[in-house]
């Protein structure tokens, strides 16, 4: 049994994407037959609902908001990832111990792979201070990104994290600016990644000028809608970037996650065709 917890959770397209990849399996060896639940918990039941996991006998869960952070001291470890990141969306249950992961920065990255986009030598510039911002910018500093700008609504968010991730990843530069003035950064970006909740909703507006998203420029999206593009990845297309969307982000968010729980290289066709 796997699954994900969050509030609310019908939206949640996790189920259905991992099933289709465990549907695909074909004849399997006893005992190695899985099945991914969405499961709606209130915020205050979430330690009884962990405890109820682990003792039904959960493999491991995601976990979606509001709980990626909530749920750091339910955890008997974490990954280096999760820790520096504060937030998990990966939980893996291992002799009576729950591990606390986080794939999404690493997902992120092998979506950035799949579109050829390397983040070695690259300067990065992240929309967002929040749990997905951090774990982006905890994977772009290990997969190399040597100067990053963290530019948030509130400034005081956006310094935390810039703190916290000095701390672990020293040899980066690591900087902040309010998310009204990224336009100037934008400009010497060449990887930009929106990690605000801008775009969720039809008539938010871009969270960077357009103009900005012109020339050789990577444009990223945490954000994904179902049933189509969001606005900031199809302005970017016609401005001439390379995109990567959230779709293909919360894709291999969920590839590694079936990796470290199946100890086996997931049916990826078909959890990107369950996406479509
Ligand atoms: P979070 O921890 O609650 O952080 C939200 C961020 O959005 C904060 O930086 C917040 O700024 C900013 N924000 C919210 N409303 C805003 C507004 N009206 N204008 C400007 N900034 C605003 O949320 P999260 O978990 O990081 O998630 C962020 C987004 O990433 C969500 O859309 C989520 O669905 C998406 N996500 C996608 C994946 C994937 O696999 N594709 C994975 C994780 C998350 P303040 O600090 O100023 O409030």
């Not at 951090?134 to 290990?142: D, E, K, P, S």
């Not at 103009?211 to 016609?238: M, N």
């Not at 970037?241 to 779709?247: I, L, M, N, P, Q």
């Amino acid at each position: 049994m796997l699954g994900v917890v969050g509030h609310p959770i019908s939206h949640s397209l996790s189920p259905r994407m991992h099933n289709a990849a465990f549907a695909q399996d074909g004849t399997r060896p006893a005992g190695a037959d899985y099945v991914y639940v969405a499961m709606d918990v209130r915020p205050d039941r979430l330690p009884a609902a962990v405890r109820g996991l682990a003792a039904l006998g959960f493999v491991g869960f995601n976990v979606t908001m509001p709980h990626k952070e909530a749920i750091l001291p339910l955890m008997d470890e974490l990954d280096t990832p999760a820790r520096l990141a504060g937030a998990v969306n990966t939980v893996v249950a291992e002799e009576g111990k729950l591990r606390g992961l986080n794939t999404d920065g690493s997902g992120f990255v092998e979506a950035c792979e799949e579109a050829g986009v390397s983040l070695a030598g690259r300067r990065v510039l992240i929309l967002g201070a929040g749990g997905a911002a951090a774990a982006i910018a905890v994977a772009a500093l290990g997969a190399g990104a040597p100067r990053l700008c963290i530019a948030n609504r509130t400034a005081g968010r956006a310094e935390a994290l810039r703190a916290k991730l000095s701390e672990g990843m020293l040899e980066a530069e690591v900087l902040t600016c309010p998310l009204d003035k990224a336009g100037e950064t934008a400009a010497e970006a060449e990887i930009i990644i929106n990690a605000t909740y801008l775009g969720m909703k039809k008539e938010d507006p871009l969270p960077l000028p357009i103009e900005t998203l012109a020339g050789e420029k990577v444009v990223c999206d945490a954000v994904y809608l179902t049933g189509g593009e969001t606005a900031l990845i199809r302005y970017a297309k016609e401005a001439g970037a390379r995109t990567v969307s959230g779709e293909r982000m919360l894709l291999y968010q969920g590839v590694q996650a079936q990796r470290v729980w199946t100890g086996r290289e997931p049916n990826i066709e078909a959890m990107s065709d369950a996406l479509a």
